[in-house]
């Protein structure tokens, strides 16, 4: 893995809670704040770190970057080397798990388990017609016209129809919103690709997917299932992309049972000796 083209970004993250460490990545365009329902139900479980990438929330946008995903991977290795954490159950979302991704494969000694939401093994040109089509309508029809079609396409329309509020946030949160990050990111995530490097990934690894999903089609996350050895899977019917904004508390369920599985199974192979490791 080629070295990155600037020196790591100092990122800002929420940091809360003590116990087994949760790094929660976010995707393209978005912030740690993506996680705020699911946060409060892991603190008392976990210790969470909700990190903001670079140019995204309130992480620095440093001059000259190329967002490739070396670089993207060092500013969260430089993160967990300022915490203390040698190791961490990285939980990526969308884009953010593509990021997570490339973290397993390069630096599987770094993770504990790997959890995508809403992610894939590849950007497909579904994918890429979607994000493409985010940028024309920001441009050529402005601020409203493109949070509207940000709230179609990330949300299953009976949640937005029992959340009419949140259209109303979500509009205002876009405009005050500094895309360049995003911008830049998306043209890398554009050739994202892994499938053929995958399947030699051997951490303990849980897929969460809405099946409803018109971002990242949920056969992705049955692709992702069938490749990584050991990988479990949970679909989420009637939910659109943004799984943890949906269903928080399933989101939080479901990840605490599965850290804490991972963490049982690492005490239990650490605590075993030869002798009883080797019984039948």
């Known amino acids: 893995m080629p070295g990155p083209s600037t020196a790591s970004t100092p990122l800002d993250a929420r940091v809360e809670g003590d116990g087994s460490p949760i790094l929660l990545v976010h995707g393209l365009g978005g912030n740690r704040t993506v996680w705020n329902s699911v946060l ?6 976990a210790q969470v770190v909700a990190v903001d990438l670079r140019g995204h929330g309130r992480s620095p946008l440093p001059e000259g970057s190329t967002f490739g995903f070396d670089e993207l991977a060092q500013d969260l290795l430089a993160l967990l080397d300022r915490l203390a954490l040698p ?8 884009a953010g798990g593509f990021l997570a991704l490339r973290l ?9 388990s790997l959890i995508l939401i809403g992610s894939a093994a590849q950007c497909d040109g579904h994918t890429r017609a979607i994000g493409q089509n985010w ?36 509009r205002e949160e876009v405009k005050g919103q500094d895309l360049r990050g995003a911008v830049q990111w998306g043209l890398n995530v554009r050739g994202f690709d892994v499938r053929g490097q995958v399947g030699r990934l051997r951490l303990p690894a849980l897929i969460l997917h809405g099946m409803d999903d018109r971002v990242v089609d949920s056969s992705h996350a049955r692709y992702l299932r069938q490749s990584i050895p050991g990988a479990q899977l949970r679909l989420f019917p009637r939910t659109g992309h943004f799984v943890p904004i ?19 199974r690492r005490a239990g192979a650490a605590g075993a000796s030869p002798a009883v490791a080797g019984d039948k």
């Open 246 to 264: 949906e269903h928080p508390t399933e989101v939080a369920e479901a990840l605490a049972t599965f850290v804490d599985g991972v963490e049982a």
């Open 87 to 94: 190791s961490v159950h990285v939980v990526g979302l969308s």
């Open 40 to 45: 409060p139900l892991l603190i008392p479980k």
């Open 104 to 112: 397993a494969l390069d630096h599987p000694d770094r993770l504990r």
């Open 135 to 170: 940028a024309d309508v920001y441009t050529n029809e402005g601020f409203d016209a493109y949070a509207l079609r940000l709230l179609k396409d990330l949300y299953y329309p009976d949640w937005i129809e029992a959340h009419l509020d949140f259209a109303d946030h979500l």
